[in-house]
């Protein structure tokens, strides 16, 4: 129903745009997160937004100020902008029809089994 996209290899300092295209359900009645997994490291929930009756973003710590989250309902799609891009955002990104709890510093999503397969994030030093 989510498939996530847009990733690739950057330059530290870089910039991309990851693409939540949605089908069979609709984006804006619902929270999207997103969220990422290094290798060896749980997932964490790194942003999310609310349905569009609200709209707020919510960030992790670790990624306010660089990320920005947001939604495009006639496309049916959420967008994760990635700004200043550094070695430690290397990680499979995923998007979700949830956001989970907020706690220590992140997003965290249990019992969730829809993930796709995630699209690829490598930052290069």
């Known amino acids: 129903q989510l498939q996530a996209s847009g990733g690739g290899l950057v330059q530290a300092g870089g910039s991309l745009r990851l693409s939540c295209a949605a089908s069979?359900?609709?984006?804006?009645?619902?929270?999207i997160g997103w969220f990422r997994q290094a290798p060896g490291q749980e997932r964490e929930g790194v942003a999310c937004?609310?349905?569009?009756?609200?709209?707020?973003?919510y960030y992790a710590n670790s990624v306010k100020g660089r990320f920005t989250i947001s939604r495009d309902n006639a496309k049916n799609t959420v967008y994760l902008q990635i700004n200043s891009l550094k070695p430690e955002d290397t990680a499979v990104y995923y998007c979700?029809?949830?956001?989970?709890?907020?706690?220590?510093?992140?997003?965290?999503?249990?019992?969730?089994?829809?993930w796709g397969q995630g699209t690829k994030v490598t930052v290069s030093s």
């Open positions: 069979g359900i609709t984006v804006d009645n619902r929270p």
């Open positions: 979700a029809t949830d956001c989970g709890a907020y706690y220590s510093g992140s997003f965290h999503l249990e019992g969730y089994d829809k």
């Open positions: 937004i609310m349905s569009s009756g609200e709209g707020t973003a």
